[in-house]
C-alpha cells in the first residue's frame, strides 16, 4: 500500500462542516458554498453537504458520532469516493475518521493544495506548492502507514514495520523541504535582483481575494493574456507587466488570491509571490461587490496584508463587478433595520465607502464600466509617487502635461 498523494483525489464528495459558538449559521453556509466551489475548482463533484450544529469540534472525528454515521450511511448507498471537511483536520482527526469511513479524507488545507498543484506552472510556483504539500504532509505521515501495525515479541516491545517507515518518510521529507527552502532561497534572491533591474518605475500590486477579477482587470488594463477563469486560485504564478497610461510607464503585477482559513504555513511558502506585494508602492485592492460577503472577504484580505507587510501602503480600493450587482427591495411594512441585501448600490456608495473619497472606485471589469475613470485615478497616484520620490526627474511629465 502506498501512502495517498493529492493527485489520487476522486470524483465525487461529501462536504462537511460546523455551526459552532464562534461560527454562526449564516457564515457557516457561506462557508460551505465556497468550499464546493474549491472542490468543483479541483475537479470534484459535491453530492452533499453536512453541518453539524453542535459547541466545538470533536477533538476526535471533528463532528458527533452520530452525523459521522449519517454521513457513512450516505457515501455507502451513493457510492462516494472522498469527504471534504471545512477545517484543517488534526492528524487523529483524520485517522479516526479514515477508519470510520473508509473513503479519502480531505480537509481545505489539502484541497487549496491540490489546486495549487494543478495551478503551478513556473518553477516557483512548483517549488512553493511542494514545500507547502510537504510541510502539510509531515505530522500525518501516521495515516498514510496505519496499517503497518505495531509489532510485539519476547515481552519487549519492538518498533513495528509501520514505526519504522514513518520514521524513514519523516527523514525523506525533512531533507527534502530543506532542499526546497535553499532552492527558494536562490529563488528568492533571483526575484530580488530582477526587481532591481526594473529600474525606476513605480510599482503597483493587484490584490485581492480569490475569484474577483483581478487577472481580467490586468489583462485590461496592460493589454496582455494572463489567464483569467471563473474559479478559485485562477492564478497562482505572479506576473508582472509594463504598462504606460498618457505614457506615463508603471509596473503592474497581479497576485495570488487570498482565501478565508488559510494556514500561515501556507502563506510562509509563498514568500516569493508576497514579496511582490511588499516591495510594491502602491496597492489596488480588487472586491467582488457582487458577492453576498464581499465585506467579509475585504477583511481577509486586509488581515492578511497586515501580517505580511511592515506598515500601511497607498491603496485604491477598486469595487468591480457592479454589473452583477443585486439587492431585494424591502417590502412596505417590514420595519426590520435595512440589511447589505437590502441596500442598491447607489445608497451603499454613501455608507462608509464615501470615507474613502478618492481612494476607491466602482467598476465591472468585463463590461469595461468606468475604466477610463479607473485609468485617470491610476494616472494620478502613480504619478505622485513618482514626483515624490524623483522630484528631479519630471522629464516623464513635461510632455503630456502642456494643454
Same mark, same amino acid.
Given at each position: 500500500?502506498?501512502?495517498?498523494?493529492?493527485?489520487?483525489?476522486?470524483?465525487?464528495?461529501?462536504?462537511?462542516?460546523?455551526?459552532?459558538?464562534?461560527?454562526?449559521?449564516?457564515?457557516?453556509?457561506?462557508?460551505?458554498?465556497?468550499?464546493?466551489?474549491?472542490?468543483?475548482?479541483?475537479?470534484?463533484?459535491?453530492?452533499?453537504?453536512?453541518?453539524? %450544529?453542535?459547541?466545538?469540534?470533536?477533538?476526535?472525528?471533528?463532528?458527533?458520532?452520530?452525523?459521522?454515521?449519517?454521513?457513512?450511511?450516505?457515501?455507502?448507498?451513493?457510492?462516494?469516493?472522498?469527504?471534504?471537511?471545512?477545517?484543517? +483536520?488534526?492528524?487523529?482527526?483524520?485517522?479516526?475518521?479514515?477508519?470510520? *469511513?473508509?473513503?479519502?479524507?480531505?480537509?481545505?488545507?489539502?484541497?487549496?493544495?491540490?489546486?495549487?498543484?494543478?495551478?503551478?506552472?513556473?518553477?516557483?510556483?512548483?517549488?512553493?506548492?511542494?514545500?507547502?504539500?510537504?510541510?502539510?504532509?509531515?505530522?500525518?505521515?501516521?495515516?498514510?502507514?496505519?496499517?503497518?501495525?505495531?509489532?510485539?515479541?519476547?515481552?519487549?516491545?519492538?518498533?513495528?514495520?509501520?514505526?519504522?517507515?514513518?520514521?524513514?518518510?519523516?527523514?525523506?521529507?525533512?531533507?527534502?523541504?530543506?532542499?526546497?527552502?535553499?532552492?527558494?532561497?536562490?529563488?528568492?534572491?533571483?526575484? $530580488?535582483?530582477?526587481?532591481?533591474?526594473?529600474?525606476? *518605475?513605480?510599482?503597483?500590486?493587484?490584490?485581492?481575494?480569490?475569484?474577483?477579477?483581478?487577472?481580467?482587470?490586468?489583462?485590461?488594463?496592460?493589454?496582455?493574456?494572463?489567464?483569467?477563469?471563473?474559479?478559485?486560485? $485562477?492564478?497562482?504564478?505572479?506576473?508582472?507587466?509594463?504598462?504606460?497610461?498618457?505614457?506615463?510607464?508603471?509596473?503592474?503585477?497581479?497576485?495570488?488570491?487570498?482565501?478565508?482559513?488559510?494556514?500561515?504555513?501556507?502563506?510562509?511558502?509563498?514568500?516569493?509571490?508576497?514579496?511582490?506585494?511588499?516591495?510594491?508602492?502602491?496597492?489596488?485592492?480588487?472586491?467582488?461587490?457582487?458577492?453576498?460577503?464581499?465585506?467579509?472577504?475585504?477583511?481577509?484580505?486586509?488581515?492578511?496584508? !497586515?501580517?505580511?507587510? =511592515?506598515?500601511?501602503? =497607498?491603496?485604491?480600493?477598486?469595487?468591480? !463587478?457592479?454589473?452583477?450587482?443585486?439587492?431585494? =427591495?424591502?417590502?412596505?411594512?417590514?420595519?426590520? =433595520?435595512?440589511?447589505?441585501?437590502?441596500?442598491?448600490?447607489?445608497?451603499? %456608495?454613501?455608507?462608509?465607502?464615501?470615507?474613502?473619497?478618492?481612494?476607491?472606485?466602482?467598476?465591472? $471589469?468585463?463590461? %469595461?464600466?468606468?475604466?477610463?475613470?479607473?485609468?485617470?485615478?491610476?494616472?494620478? %497616484?502613480?504619478?505622485?509617487?513618482?514626483?515624490?520620490?524623483?522630484?528631479?526627474?519630471?522629464? +516623464?511629465?513635461? !510632455?503630456?502635461?502642456?494643454?
Amino acid at each position: 500500500m502506498q501512502p495517498e498523494t493529492l493527485s489520487t483525489v476522486k470524483d465525487s464528495a461529501v462536504l462537511v462542516g460546523l455551526i459552532t459558538l464562534e461560527q454562526r449559521e449564516r457564515q457557516a453556509r457561506e462557508f460551505m458554498e465556497e468550499l464546493s466551489f474549491l472542490a468543483e475548482t479541483a475537479g470534484i463533484s459535491p453530492k452533499k453537504t453536512f453541518l453539524q %450544529k453542535i459547541e466545538y469540534p470533536n477533538p476526535n472525528t471533528f463532528v458527533g458520532p452520530g452525523k459521522l454515521d449519517e454521513i457513512r450511511a450516505f457515501i455507502i448507498e451513493k457510492e462516494i469516493d472522498t469527504v471534504i471537511f471545512d477545517d484543517e +483536520l488534526s492528524p487523529k482527526q483524520i485517522r479516526n475518521i479514515g477508519r470510520e *469511513l473508509r473513503v479519502q479524507i480531505l480537509d481545505r488545507t489539502n484541497l487549496i493544495l491540490s489546486i495549487f498543484a494543478q495551478r503551478a506552472h513556473t518553477a516557483s510556483a512548483k517549488t512553493q506548492v511542494e514545500l507547502a504539500t510537504l510541510q502539510y504532509m509531515l505530522p500525518r505521515l501516521s495515516r498514510l502507514w496505519g496499517h503497518l501495525d505495531r509489532q510485539r515479541g519476547g515481552g519487549i516491545t519492538s518498533r513495528g514495520m509501520g514505526e519504522k517507515q514513518i520514521e524513514a518518510d519523516q527523514r525523506i521529507i525533512r531533507e527534502r523541504i530543506a532542499l526546497l527552502k535553499k532552492q527558494l532561497k536562490d529563488i528568492d534572491r533571483q526575484m $530580488a535582483t530582477q526587481r532591481k533591474n526594473r529600474g525606476k *518605475l513605480v510599482r503597483v500590486a493587484l490584490v485581492g481575494y480569490t475569484n474577483v477579477g483581478k487577472s481580467t482587470l490586468m489583462n485590461l488594463m496592460s493589454k496582455s493574456e494572463v489567464f483569467a477563469e471563473n474559479k478559485l486560485f $485562477a492564478t497562482l504564478d505572479t506576473t508582472v507587466r509594463k504598462v504606460i497610461i498618457d505614457n506615463l510607464p508603471f509596473l503592474l503585477t497581479d497576485t495570488v488570491g487570498f482565501i478565508r482559513k488559510l494556514p500561515t504555513h501556507l502563506i510562509e511558502s509563498f514568500k516569493s509571490t508576497l514579496d511582490e506585494v511588499r516591495e510594491a508602492d502602491l496597492l489596488l485592492h480588487v472586491v467582488d461587490i457582487s458577492h453576498p460577503a464581499f465585506e467579509e472577504q475585504m477583511a481577509v484580505v486586509n488581515n492578511t496584508l !497586515k501580517e505580511i507587510l =511592515p506598515g500601511e501602503k =497607498p491603496t485604491i480600493v477598486i469595487f468591480n !463587478k457592479i454589473d452583477a450587482f443585486t439587492y431585494t =427591495p424591502k417590502e412596505e411594512d417590514d420595519l426590520s =433595520p435595512p440589511t447589505r441585501e437590502n441596500i442598491p448600490l447607489n445608497d451603499l %456608495k454613501k455608507t462608509y465607502m464615501s470615507r474613502l473619497h478618492a481612494n476607491c472606485i466602482f467598476i465591472s $471589469a468585463t463590461e %469595461k464600466s468606468n475604466i477610463d475613470e479607473l485609468r485617470t485615478l491610476l494616472y494620478q %497616484k502613480v504619478k505622485e509617487i513618482h514626483v515624490e520620490r524623483y522630484p528631479y526627474n519630471d522629464f +516623464l511629465f513635461q !510632455k503630456f502635461d502642456v494643454e
